[in-house]
């Protein structure tokens, strides 16, 4: 069975930093990117970051780039997110999750990525 | 970059009703959508892929379809645990975005 947990969520103020940890387990984590979402305080779901199965290349929203760095240990089966310069609107529970592909028939095959599964999140306050 | 418009923000229904949840994109998605279902407090789980592929271990009430640049996620006969928050997510530009909709709330009427 798929699991992660997710860690290292806490209470910071502004310009702070934060490192969250995320611990796989019940599948082979250097087969599968890897993602970060975010959903802050009654508020709806958003993407943060996504790196490769082997951590060569890093995807980030607009407002977290220069700021937060996701990498991985494959040999630890963790997955990281950095996060520096923290401001009040980082504010909300951090998921990882991992990535799924799958091919569909539209007149062609084509991949299609989801979200299979999600740890339970970690919790980030940013406030003085 | 891709906008997904989901709609509507809220919708109240009883048990054993049927009620449907759309996301509109601007621009064809050829790979389709995801939606994912989440309980207060918890994490979000997969539904559907593809549009239309029902994730492992999800109900046969939930379903999805597609037409151009319009996904619907319908819920038959809803169920007291189905009264929940619903959202969609696209990944056309993968692995350089994910984009969720904005999310619906199942409420009971």
């Known amino acids: 069975e798929v699991h992660l947990v997710e860690s290292g969520g806490d209470l910071v103020q502004p310009g702070g930093s934060l490192r969250l940890s995320c611990a796989a387990s019940g599948f082979i984590f250097s087969s599968h990117w890897m993602s970060w979402v975010r959903q802050a305080p009654g508020k709806g779901l958003e993407w943060v970051a996504n790196i490769k199965e082997d951590g060569s290349e890093m995807f980030y929203v607009d407002s977290a780039k220069g700021r937060f760095t996701i990498s991985r240990d494959n040999a630890e089966n963790s997955l990281y997110l950095q996060m520096n310069s923290l401001r009040g609107e980082d504010t909300g529970v951090y998921f990882c999750a991992r990535v799924e592909s799958n091919l569909v028939w539209v007149g062609q095959l084509l991949k299609t990525y989801y979200l299979d599964s999600w740890g339970q999140g970690t919790l980030v306050t940013v406030s003085s | ?109």
Request: glycine share 12%.
């Open chain 2, 1 to 109: 970059d891709i906008q997904m418009t989901q709609s509507p923000s809220s919708v109240s229904a009883s048990v054993g009703d049927s009620v449907t949840i759309t996301c509109r994109a601007s621009q064809r998605i050829p790979g389709g959508l995801a939606w994912y279902q989440q309980k207060p407090g918890k994490a979000p789980k997969l539904l559907i892929f593809g549009s239309g592929s029902l994730h492992g271990g999800v109900p046969s009430r939930f379903s999805g379809t597609e037409s151009g640049t319009h996904f619907t996620l319908t819920i038959s006969s809803l169920q007291p645990e189905d009264f929940v928050t619903y959202y969609c997510q696209e990944a056309d530009n993968f692995p350089s975005r994910l984009t969720f909709g904005g999310g619906t709330r199942v409420e009971i009427k």
